[in-house]
């Protein structure tokens, strides 16, 4: 049987693309289906991929190496979309923080998504608490319990700005990777660093920076934090930027 092969059609002035995925069954063989959809005046796309080609942000199933560590990691595109696939911005700071000890240290992960970063931290000997919105907890905890991480890695659900009086502590570390990107939730993000937060807190943004509003809400938080950039991944585009409460 031929390889199945890729077919497209664009514009030179194509806008960001809205993607549906389906899965079909072709002699026997599992196929993924993406279609981009523009608008009636823009033309559409339609890429297929076997088993074997299919991109890593679509694979059910990666074991993701960072160094010495190694996880693996359960994703669920189709049913969680962005939150079910773990992104380069996750990675570029596991990499990152690879070489750190932090025997006990409290962290907590906001938007874990499919709780990769958190888990590689706990490795790393954190206390860690994974938190997404409810649609991610079964999906998180399933790749706790495949990483054996369940002793150190405490998952929770937490939307921004809501049920903070559940969250008490105040952390070592907060992470986020590439949850810089939906500016409706900039406000109860920001109130919800403010919330775990102390002046020994160290929050580690892991970003694209994809529009104007991204780099605006890094600015707004220089009223509440000192904020840096300690890191630049040109491979990826990706900015690490470490940020501590002003007391």
Known sequence: MRSPTATATATSTTPKIKIKKEHEQQNGRRYFSEYSVE?????????????????????????????????????????????????DAAIVLAEYSQNDDLNGLNVIELGSGTGFLGIFYSKLGAKVTLTDVADCIPNMEHNVGINEASGAVTVKELKWGQNLSEFQDKYDFILGADIVYIEETFKDLLNTLLHLSNCQTKIFLSCKIRYKKDSKFISSLCDYFSVETVHYDDKYDITIYLARKIC
């Open 39 to 87: 608008s009636a005046k823009y033309q559409s796309a339609l890429i297929i991929y076997s088993e074997e080609n299919i991109p890593e942000l679509h694979r059910l199933e990666r074991n993701i190496i960072v160094g010495k560590y190694s996880v693996k990691i359960r994703q669920q595109w189709s049913a969680l979309g962005v939150a079910g696939s773990v992104w």
